[in-house]
């Protein structure tokens, strides 16, 4: 696609619920990033994606938090047993290579902006 | 690991006028990248403008600009003729010279500049 696409744009869910959120990269992108960003803070890294692989999953908070990315393409965030403090918007980010470099430059989607009641 | 300081968390100037945004950073490396995003209302991170630490020129996009001091580590950006359009959050994100996954980008805070028109 043209750029980085997002669903949901919103999402409002009880504390414990399953949710879900889709990212689809720009066609080509290699690299894909998840982040995790906070009411008055900046994006915080939670996993990278190289291909289909999870090459750094290093900063997923713990292990209700899970993320997929089955043909190299879109990716999914899984968050199990959703707590309150889950609440933030989730942004993704595609790269054509994920390395150094203007190839490695992150193009970023709209967020999907998650809030657990 | 990196840092990234945003000192400011709110900066206001007139429509037309000249504003600076700080950024400092904390690093042991000696090739990166610096980034200036903005995030408007829409959430989507728009790229600015970037800077290589190993160019000596300061970098600049029409009316942006920045001053980057890499003894001091210190990269500003200077908004010229300010726009209300220019009005969202920026954030200061740094970046590893081979950066791949958790090194992808680090941002700061952010400073959130409004335009009074």
């Known amino acids: 696609g043209a750029g980085v696409s997002q669903t949901p744009s919103n999402k409002v869910t009880e504390k414990g619920k399953y949710v879900e959120l889709r990212c689809d990269p720009i066609?080509?992108?290699?690299?894909l990033y998840w982040y995790r960003q906070s009411l008055g803070q900046g994006p915080e890294f939670l996993i990278y994606?190289?291909?289909?692989?999870?090459?750094?999953d290093s900063g997923l908070p713990n292990d209700r938090f899970f993320a997929v990315r089955p043909e190299g393409s879109v990716s999914t965030l899984k968050i199990q047993r959703t707590e309150r403090g889950d609440s933030a918007v989730y942004l993704c980010?595609?790269?054509?290579?994920?390395?150094?470099?203007?190839?490695?430059?992150?193009?970023f989607g709209e967020g999907s902006r998650l809030t657990v009641l | 690991a990196q840092t990234v300081t945003q000192s400011q968390p709110e900066m206001s100037v007139q429509e037309a006028e000249t504003v600076t945004l700080s950024c400092t950073y904390d690093?042991?490396?000696?090739?990166?990248?610096l980034f200036w995003y903005k995030q408007p209302p829409s959430r989507q991170m728009i790229l600015v403008i970037r800077?290589?630490?190993?160019?000596?020129q300061n970098a600049t996009e029409n009316r942006f600009s920045v001053n980057f001091q890499k003894a001091a580590k210190s990269f500003s950006l200077k908004i010229s003729d300010s726009q209300l359009g220019d009005a969202a959050m920026y954030f200061c994100?740094?970046?590893?010279?081979?950066?791949?996954?958790?090194?992808?980008?680090?941002f700061g805070k952010g400073t959130h500049l409004i335009i009074q028109p």
């Open positions: 980010a595609s790269s054509l290579t994920g390395v150094g470099g203007r190839d490695g430059e992150l193009f």
């Open positions: 066609s080509g992108h290699t690299a």
């Open positions: 994606f190289q291909g289909t692989g999870a090459a750094d």
């Open positions: 690093t042991s490396e000696s090739d990166y990248y």
């Open positions: 800077q290589e630490a190993y160019k000596q």
């Open positions: 994100a740094y970046r590893t010279y081979t950066g791949g996954g958790a090194d992808g980008l680090t």
